[in-house]
């Protein structure tokens, strides 16, 4: 079946470096990725959607030079929290459409295993 | 603003007996709904997709209902088993690219 790969799974950082989680779509190709993060007990929530070749789309009140996403092929999306902070501290998870789920006109989505960000 | 809802508060049963969620959300009409289930620190998994011409859809132990009336989904899980244990989110799309959204999710725990 469908397979997203995210990585890493998990990892910690000092506060202000960067940090790069890849999101790969193992055997399908992903024009378009989705990128949630979600605080504990909490939903998900959508940050932006990775467009293949082109810049990615933020939801409201996600800082876009903050969060830097690359979708530079059809099968690898880059999220890059760039100066993170505590605050910054989150399970992020991606996810694709278009996989082996075959329901013609919905977008069901394949997600990866999440990367857990820890800040010090 | 849209707005999804799913009773937040943990639903314990015994197993064996039918598990009941429930999603309703208002504001909108989406053409469809889907359902996922998270387990504790992985990504969700997709369930069922219900449409909204569809009154009923079934995936072995699993119903989906979408009452475009009521604007609501009901989600069943018949036989439950302590396996069934998890966080159950719905998500309907909105915006472009058929982006989904999703509720907070209800977490269902299946006691032996």
């Known amino acids: 079946g469908a397979v997203v790969s995210q990585h890493p799974s998990w990892v910690i950082c000092k506060s202000g470096t960067s940090v790069k989680i890849e999101c790969r779509s193992l055997d399908f190709q992903a024009t378009t990725m989705f990128w949630y993060r979600q605080f504990p007990k909490q939903s998900l929530m959508l940050m932006a959607t990775?467009?293949?070749?082109?810049?990615?789309?933020?939801e409201q009140g996600v800082e876009k030079d903050k969060f830097l996403i690359n979708h530079a092929s059809l099968t690898l999306s880059t999220l890059t929290v760039t100066s993170a902070h505590p605050e910054d501290s989150s399970f992020y998870i991606c996810?694709?459409?278009?996989?082996?789920?075959?329901?013609?006109?919905?977008?069901?989505?394949?997600f990866g295993a999440g990367s857990r960000l820890t800040v010090l | 603003s849209q707005k999804i809802e799913q009773n937040s508060e943990a639903l314990n049963i015994q197993e064996g007996k039918t598990a009941t969620l429930t999603c309703n959300y208002t504001?909108?009409?989406?053409?469809?709904l889907q359902w996922y289930r998270q387990d504790p620190g992985r990504g969700p998994v997709f369930l069922l997709l219900i449409r909204e011409n569809e009154k009923e859809k079934r995936k072995e132990r699993l119903k989906v209902t979408f009452d475009t009336t009521l604007k609501q989904s009901l989600f069943h899980i018949t036989a439950s088993q302590p396996a069934d244990s998890a966080t159950y989110l719905c998500a309907p799309p909105t915006g472009g690219y058929n982006k989904l959204i999703f509720g907070a999710g209800t977490r269902l725990a299946v006691h032996p």
């Open positions: 504001n909108y009409s989406p053409a469809y």
């Open positions: 990775s467009n293949e070749g082109s810049k990615a789309t933020y």
């Open positions: 996810s694709a459409g278009g996989a082996g789920i075959v329901d013609s006109g919905a977008n069901v989505l394949t």
